[in-house]
């Protein structure tokens, strides 16, 4: 397993580091890191850390702004990587494709220089002109020298550079008149223009309320599962939320929101859990009183666990005619 990761802020605010970045985390947040990351539980915010053997996921950092719409769908994505499966969703995975790419930089080193002072400041009015002559060459080498390279003029260069900046503010709830302002443009117009230009839609289209699947932006809907316990090893499952079905010959338990249940190995006890719910494994003898995602992601760093193992329908119908007898209801 590698040590690219996805990081989703559940709750409150926190300040999560990746070598000499810093990303601030609110609640609906949803970063990927490429390599290790690390935070401090302070107790004002709840990440929950979600690691695959293949992240799927390519590039450099990136946080995205999902909101609280779609945490259940994060959680959902949490317990998938508890129970131990090869990698993200790929409904996940798309929301990190790059709908408005950076434009490229420059290969020629005046033109390069100047993107680079474009990019680390949008707003920069600084004509082309006044740019060749701080570089100390025309306005028409320089001209010469985006398009060559990049295949976008100076202007196109830069309205590229603060659209795709404005897609980042846009998902973090700034307005589109504040964005506008922030990344150069004198008006709303002249934003949508350039939008409409780069990425052939509006900037509404980037807004909270559209990142996602869908026109909307609504959360992939939660998938029904069954699992069965791992051979030589006793599993305990947490409901979080919705309900669950343990069955294994002769005996039926039904389970709700917050119950736990004790999985023995070498049953083949099978696990049906609803479509819509989610269930966590957790650490054999853990309790329900007091069980939390925040006593999740504290017992997970104490003791990393992959749980049961997903089985599909067509393998369940061989399987369950090797059931173990059960003369006795199991103790869960």
């Not at 220089?113 to 060749?132: C, I, K, M, R, W």
């Not at 398009?147 to 976008?152: A, D, F, R």
């Not at 599962?225 to 006793?234: G, K, S």
Request: proline fraction near 6%; charge should be neutral.
């Amino acid at each position: 397993m590698n040590n690219a990761c996805l990081l989703w802020c559940h709750s409150g605010v926190v300040n999560v580091g990746l070598g000499e970045q810093t990303f601030t985390l609110v609640a609906g947040d949803l970063l990927y890191a490429p390599e290790g990351a690390f935070w401090s539980d302070t107790g004002s915010g709840l990440i929950l850390d979600l690691r695959f053997r293949s992240i799927g996921i390519d590039g450099p950092a990136r946080r995205i702004h999902l909101g609280r719409s779609w945490d259940e769908r994060m959680v959902h994505e949490y317990s998938r990587s508890l129970f131990g499966e090869d990698g993200v969703s790929g409904d996940v995975a798309k929301l990190f494709e790059d709908r408005v790419p950076t434009p490229p930089l420059p290969a020629p080193r005046h033109a390069r220089a100047v993107a680079q002072a474009l990019a680390a400041n949008p707003a920069d009015q600084t004509s082309l002109e006044e740019f060749a002559a701080q570089r100390g060459v025309s306005a028409r080498t320089l001209q010469r020298q985006f398009l060559s390279s990049t295949g976008y003029s100076f202007s196109e260069w830069r309205a590229a550079q603060r659209v795709c900046v404005a897609t980042s503010l846009l998902a973090h709830d700034f307005s589109i008149a504040v964005v506008a302002n922030l990344v150069g443009f004198s008006a709303t117009s002249s934003l949508t223009r350039a939008f409409r230009r780069h990425t052939g839609t509006t900037p509404s289209a980037f807004t909270t309320g559209a990142i996602g699947m869908g026109v909307t932006g609504t959360p992939a809907a939660i998938p029904s599962r069954t699992t069965f316990a791992e051979a030589t090893r006793d599993q305990q499952l947490w409901i979080y939320t919705g309900a669950a079905t343990v069955t294994t010959p002769g005996y039926c338990r039904f389970l709700t929101q917050g119950d736990m249940a004790t999985i023995p190995a070498g049953t083949h006890t099978r696990i049906d859990v609803a479509a819509g719910s989610i269930a966590i494994p957790v650490p054999i003898g853990v309790g329900e009183r007091g069980m939390s995602l925040q006593e999740v992601a504290t017992l997970r760093n104490q003791e990393p666990s992959t749980g049961l193992t997903l089985v599909e329908e067509s393998r369940w119908a061989h399987l369950s005619g090797e059931l173990l007898p059960a003369p006795a209801p199991l103790p869960l």
